[in-house]
């Protein structure tokens, strides 16, 4: 509803579009991937999986004969029991883990998803928390006169337009996590097929770890969201009642961008905290 006052309905409509924003952001990270949209992309990420095991499985033969080659002195040493079982063994895991990984990145994904839930619980619904216009801005706003609105109008056009800038790149984030899964889970064969070969294995496991970290990005995301709540919760130190109406919208604008910033910052900053605990 509307306060007949442009300079309060302008930063009602930024903090509307950040708490909307930062609703959705909650809800998509919550989703699992055959969630997403209605599982209509995950269904076509399946069929892709799907197609290109055939790829996988047949490079699987050739780092297997690679690794075979080059790991083994001589055809003497394949003759050997233990060394064939050893091979054999090798072979025949690396060919469960290309069948299967679909299942495997699955359980990878749903481990990193209880993490998230196990925080989320602890603070609630992050998108229940609204960001609101406290209620000595308004009235400080609707009693300032014509001639002090003028840079009011200034103030809050920048500071709702940086708003709604964060909100965007915020919900970009989360959604190019999605993304990220879909791809590894889409391509997840051909990787995973080099664990037929010894001298290849690192491929496939800097492949799962790499998954893993996107997975991880989620319980990130959410502390930065606990984080975000506690600074949101605290009461603004940079406001000063007896001030003019320009000063005090200008402080309360300032320090509700740094504190937004705060929260977009981490969750922008989540893929490289992941990659740096997990030695990416």
Known sequence: MGSE???VDNLNNALDTWNQKLGEMWTLITQTPEEFKGGGIWAVIVDINGALKAVGLALLVLFFVAGVVKTTGNLSEIKRPEHALKLFLRFALAKAVVTYGMDLMLVL???CQGVVSTISRSVGNIGDRAVVLPDMIRDKITEAGFLESIPLWI???LGSLFITILAFIMIMTVYGRFFKLYMYTAIAPIPLSTFAGQPTASIGKAFLKS????CLEGAII???????SVFAASPLANVDPSLSAVQVVWNYVGELIFNLLVLVGAVKMSERIVKEMMGL
Do not use: D
């Open 211 to 214: 998954y893993a970290g996107v």
């Open 5 to 7: 006052n442009w300079v």
């Open 109 to 111: 994904f749903r481990i």
């Open 155 to 157: 103030v809050t056009l």
């Open 222 to 228: 959410v502390l930065a969201c606990v984080i975000f």
